[in-house]
T-cell receptor, first 114, second 116 residues
Framework: KAGVTQTPRYLIKTRGQQVTLSCSPI?????VSWYQQTPGQGLQFLFE???????NKGNFPGRFSGRQFSNSRSEMNVSTLELGDSALYLC?????????????FGPGTRLTVL | DQQVKQNSPSLSVQEGRISILNCDYT??????FLWYKKYPAEGPTFLIS???IKDKNEDGRFTVFLNKSAKHLSLHIVPSQPGDSAVYFC???????????????WGLGTSLAVNP
């Protein structure tokens, strides 16, 4: 069974630009969560999608948005990039919404904002 | 304010010995805790979890202990192996019964090095 895939793996952007990251969950998984990982803050929850609906949202500004498609694939978008948005963005999928399920993480997209 | 704290950024142990990774939390509403392991260039991998109704959960070489009164949990790895060298994250969450608050709150991680 293929794991969670994220594209692209690395990305370099400049301030003010916008970026779209993609996540393909494990086949059959309907929940996709996004996290931002930085050295000082650790993993911070961005949002969770289940059946194409955002079910939960972290404390990030509106520049961060996402969506989920009918095939459970998810994208997240960051507009008007700032230097502080440089981070590893991780996507995780799980079968259901219960926290007791294991979340399977992708390898992440490393975003660098110059 | 970090609600989940892993106060040791790094830990080094000898192969075959016990590794003990610690995690403290401040929110008494947390009732489910997970440990993840992360290798470089990979996403975190779920390792073991514990619910607040238990004080111990064991899975092979990995055991998690929970002390609710102290708001403290620890992960024991016995015996430690070089392949266990990774960053270990502790994460906590409130019960689903607390509403639509399924967010996992993560610690900053502890980097474990197991020396041959």
């Amino acid at each position: 069974k293929a794991g969670v895939t994220q594209t692209p793996r690395y990305l370099i952007k400049t301030r003010g630009q916008q970026v779209t990251l993609s996540c393909s969950p494990i086949s059959g998984h309907r929940s996709v969560s996004w996290y931002q990982q930085t050295p000082g803050q650790g993993l911070q929850f961005l949002f969770e999608y289940f059946s194409e609906t955002q079910r939960n949202k972290g404390n990030f500004p509106g520049r961060f948005s996402g969506r989920q498609f009918s095939n459970s694939r998810s994208e997240m978008n960051v507009s008007t990039l700032e230097l502080g948005d440089s981070a590893l963005y991780l996507c995780a999928s799980s079968w259901g919404r219960r926290i007791y399920n294991e979340q399977f993480f992708g390898p992440g997209t490393r975003l660098t904002v110059l | 304010d970090q609600q989940v704290k892993q106060n040791s950024p790094s830990l080094s142990v000898q192969e075959g010995r016990i590794s003990i990774l610690n995690c403290d939390y401040t929110n008494s509403m947390f009732d489910y805790f997970l440990w993840y392991k992360k290798y470089p260039a990979e996403g975190p991998t779920f390792l073991i979890s514990i619910s607040s109704i238990k004080d111990k959960n064991e899975d092979g070489r990995f055991t998690v202990f929970l002390n609710k009164s102290a708001k403290h949990l620890s992960l024991h790895i016995v015996p430690s192996q070089p392949g266990d060298s990774a960053v270990y994250f502790c994460a906590a969450s409130r019960s689903l019964n607390a509403g639509n608050n399924r967010k996992l709150i993560w610690g900053l991680g502890t980097s474990l090095a197991v020396n041959p």
